[in-house]
């Protein structure tokens, strides 16, 4: 039999692979820069930040700019699918994933209750299927499907915890053409913000909706004061990963656009801005020499370096996280609410 490659020989394969690609420059990982704004067309745009990767170090800096016009906020210039493989090749930290616990989950599936037990719920950008398995609690007679770019979602559905399971995109038109008009729910929980194109991807949810059928979404509020507060340092705004930040009024619209009737709006908070920020600004200053991008693996006294100095500057983060729950029940009624919910059914006839 075959043995299983040890971490230092898939340490060593992927630094080559990386250093291989970047010899080639990291120009070609990033496109045209627009000059108006992918939402409403306006010219009118202003520049929030260039920064670099915050957590990782990856190679390369990020723009993010902002319409003056309709306020929504984006990569600019964006990244080629070229760039895409490249930063999203490997799993990434997520310093935000306390947003997505169980109880936040479950409360998100409560708000659904009110509008009956649908038959078939299609949970995009599932993984794990955590949301389903929550919201299986409320609506325990629904079929629950899920849809993600990664195998995940398939060792979710031998898992039982979802009844299919399909490998693709909302744009993957020959995984979702066979969903049309499918389901009675479509959710998208913090998924627009990672989409190249989110109006395609949002065109297409609704394309896999039953005629009156409801689609659930979340998304991170550019609006919030958190953004101009925290700058690069906020999470929504991390890069290269969040691609566009779209202000819930912009949202509202486009969905008004397609016929669609806006059932509910909310105004969310969840307790990470202090604490990630903090994260971030410590692995910026305390970044880890051992990644696959950089030529020379770490030394050992830079580990043990580097630890020491992790540790020394753990009670930052656990007093910010301390704070950032503290001020939640506070902050969720203020302009500091970091999130938005957005329910909205379908129309019952289809537009030509």
Request: aromatic letters at 8%; one cysteine or more; charged letters at 25%.
């Amino acid at each position: 039999m075959p043995s299983t490659p040890s971490t230092p020989q898939v340490g060593a394969r992927r630094r080559a692979a990386c250093l291989a690609e970047l010899a080639h420059g990291t120009e070609r990982f990033h496109g045209p820069r627009r000059e108006d704004c992918p939402w409403c067309g306006s010219r009118d745009l202003r520049t929030r930040f260039t920064a670099s990767d915050p957590l990782q170090g990856r190679p390369g800096t990020f723009t993010v700019d902002q319409c003056q016009e309709c306020a929504h906020v984006f990569q600019n210039p964006r990244l080629t699918p070229e760039g895409m493989a490249f930063h999203f090749r490997c799993p990434q930290p997520d310093p935000g994933r306390a947003r997505r616990t169980r109880r936040r989950l479950r409360a998100t599936a409560r708000v659904m209750l009110p509008y009956g037990e649908p038959e078939g719920w299609l949970d995009v950008g599932t993984g794990d299927a955590d949301f389903p398995v929550a919201a299986r609690e409320f609506f325990p007679y629904t079929a629950f499907d899920g849809l993600d770019p990664s195998p995940r979602v398939l060792k979710a559905a031998e898992a039982e915890r979802l009844d299919e399971a399909y490998v693709g995109r909302l744009t993957t038109r020959a995984v979702t053409g066979r969903l049309r008009a499918r389901y009675d729910v479509v959710s998208l929980l913090h998924q627009l913000h990672h989409s190249p194109d989110p109006r395609a991807d949002l065109h297409a949810a609704l394309g896999l909706l039953r005629p009156g059928g409801r689609i659930l979404i979340e998304l991170p509020d550019p609006t919030s004061l958190f953004a101009p507060f925290l700058g690069r340092w906020w999470l929504p705004h991390t890069q290269p990963r969040h691609l566009h930040l779209i202000p819930p009024a912009n949202l509202r619209a486009e969905l008004e656009h397609h016929g669609c009737r806006i059932l509910r709006t909310d105004r969310l908070h969840a307790p990470y801005d202090l604490s990630v920020a903090t994260t971030l600004l410590l692995a910026h200053l305390l970044p880890s020499p051992d990644a696959p991008w950089r030529p020379i693996p770490p030394t050992e006294a830079q580990r043990a370096l580097r630890t020491a100095l992790a540790a020394a500057t753990a009670p930052l983060t656990v007093a910010a996280l301390a704070a950032d729950h503290t001020l939640a029940p506070l902050l969720r009624h203020t302009g500091f609410s970091n999130t938005y919910r957005v329910i909205a059914q379908a129309p019952y006839r289809r537009r030509p």
